[in-house]
């Protein structure tokens, strides 16, 4: 059976259940699952390859103790182990050690809406089918977790912490992190950009041991919210990240600015902070000199403060925080003046539909150094369709265009062209640092004069309200025959 095929099959399942109501739950329900397989699956292999290594999870509650018998336990008695045995005992885990506080963590905001044991122990034997401790069942189970990652777009509002991989994958491509620097996603979701940073740095840099246990050692993330928390750790033990207890449960914006130490400062910053939506009463004290409670505009302030001097950051913003006057103008001065913004990608509409149908903005900027010029890159959806849509996303090959033009690490031989242009911090201060700036090359269609316009408007109001009148004597006519 295809890991797609089996998804859909728990899926098929648990939908049977009344006591799962809608995708969010049942995702959550789902995910704190495959956790207690998967963690298993990874004790197993390293009882067998460290002779002091025990599992934090008590030994009658592990997956192959109580769930991998087919044939176990089922109906009332499985409901009643684990309402009153797995789940007390596992959100009062001690916290020993960093493996010990993930298993807490996750199962701390974690619940069992299932009421049918027979339904769970049909999910379960097929949640055991999975070995992952074979590489080619992970790597099939990593398109699986996308898959399920995916099936967020109908929980809730899903675009706060889904970016299209793309997206992750050019971003992190460009900011190129190494094992040796320290990167942080203060919103860190599923954690997209943490796993596209691990594949790539596995692939550049990761050559021996030491190198992957650095890299390790120098990831950061927090995330607010209990569902993508439990689904960022999950998908850090899917990519062999032994004891992600580095992922926080926390907002990273409830902490005052000014308490964030040099010693928290970090060297790489790759994220999607939710935007649109606003933090709660008294978080803006936090931000004295940006008092606001606008979450997108909030993060950005933490970015600038988060970075070490030459640190390096891309984020995704919507066009409001390019435009958007009062503190987002102050805003805009303070990353220019303290951070060089030296490209931004203007992305369409469509890329990140169905979650949201507003533009984007790819910002990259590092620390240290004032803005002198920005570069800008529009980036266009391909001739060969009209807008991006969930079954013709944005692929990493449609950016394979602003790529070459890139120009390196050093960013050297960047030309103007129809995609791209170069504006100056001078103009950028005229503008009132206004940086939704169109791009120059491509003539907008002449729509006429205003006045001109509404003289249509009105004459085409009125030959409606004429076939109406007209239509309503046709009417009326052939009801008094």
């Known amino acids: 059976m295809s890991t797609r095929t ?23 329900q789902l995910v704190w699952m495959f956790f207690l397989k998967i963690i298993d699956d990874q004790d197993e292999a390293l009882e067998f390859t460290r002779d002091d290594y025990a599992s934090p999870i008590p030994e009658h509650l592990q997956w192959r103790n109580w769930a991998a018998d087919p044939e176990g336990i089922t109906g009332d008695d499985l409901l009643d182990f684990i309402n009153d045995q797995l789940f007390p005992t596992l959100k009062e885990l001690p916290r020993t050690n960093a493996r010990a506080r993930v298993v807490r963590s996750v199962f701390e905001d974690a619940y069992n809406y299932m009421k049918s044991g027979q339904l769970m122990r049909q999910v379960i034997n097929k949640i055991s089918e999975v070995d992952f401790n074979s590489l080619t069942e992970r790597q099939h189970f990593g398109d699986l977790y996308e898959q399920l990652l995916n ?32 990167l942080m996603d203060p919103a860190c979701g599923t954690g997209g950009f943490l796993t596209c940073a691990m594949r790539h740095m596995r692939e550049q840099y990761v050559k021996r041991p030491e190198d992957e246990a650095t890299m390790q050692g120098n990831l950061h993330a927090v995330e607010k919210k209990p569902l993508p928390h439990m689904l960022c ?91 958007g006057e009062g503190i987002k103008t102050r805003l805009k001065e303070h990353l220019l003046k303290e951070c060089n913004l030296h490209t931004i990608v203007r992305l369409p509409n469509s890329v990140f539909k169905p979650y949201a149908s507003i533009g984007t903005n790819l910002l990259f900027f590092e620390k240290g150094t004032p803005t002198k010029d920005i570069w800008y890159w529009e980036h266009r959806v391909p001739e060969t369709q009209k807008a991006y849509s969930m079954t013709k996303p944005i692929r990493l090959e449609h950016l394979s265009d602003c790529a070459a033009w890139w120009g390196g690490p050093e960013r050297a031989g960047r030309e103007e062209s129809d995609r791209a242009w170069k504006v100056s911090i001078d103009t950028v201060r005229e503008r009132g640092f206004n940086l939704d700036i169109k791009n120059p090359h491509v003539v907008e269609e002449d729509l006429g004069k205003p006045e001109e316009l509404l003289e249509k408007l009105t004459a085409a109001e009125r030959d409606v309200a004429d076939l109406r009148a007209e239509l309503k004597s046709i009417l009326e006519e052939a009801l008094l025959r």
Do not use: C
């Open 6 to 28: 089996l998804v859909k099959s728990i899926q098929d399942v648990m939908r049977k259940d009344v006591g799962v109501d809608g995708d969010a739950q049942r995702l959550s």
């Open 151 to 182: 099936d967020l777009q109908n929980a809730g509002n899903a675009g706060e912490y889904y970016t299209p991989r793309a997206v992750t994958a050019f971003m992190v491509q460009q900011i190129d992190p190494k094992p040796t620097e320290s």
């Open 233 to 323: 750790t999950t998908n850090m033990l899917l990519h062999n990240i032994e004891e992600p207890a580095w992922v926080k449960h926390d907002n990273t914006l409830a902490r005052p600015l000014i308490s964030w130490t040099k010693d928290e400062r970090v060297d790489v910053i790759l994220t999607n902070p939710p935007f649109g939506g606003k933090e709660e009463d008294g978080i803006e004290n936090n931000f004295p000199q940006f008092k606001t409670r606008e979450t997108a505009d909030l993060f950005l302030a933490l970015i600038i403060r988060l970075l070490k001097p030459k640190g390096r950051a891309a984020v995704v913003l919507p066009d409001g925080s390019l435009f």
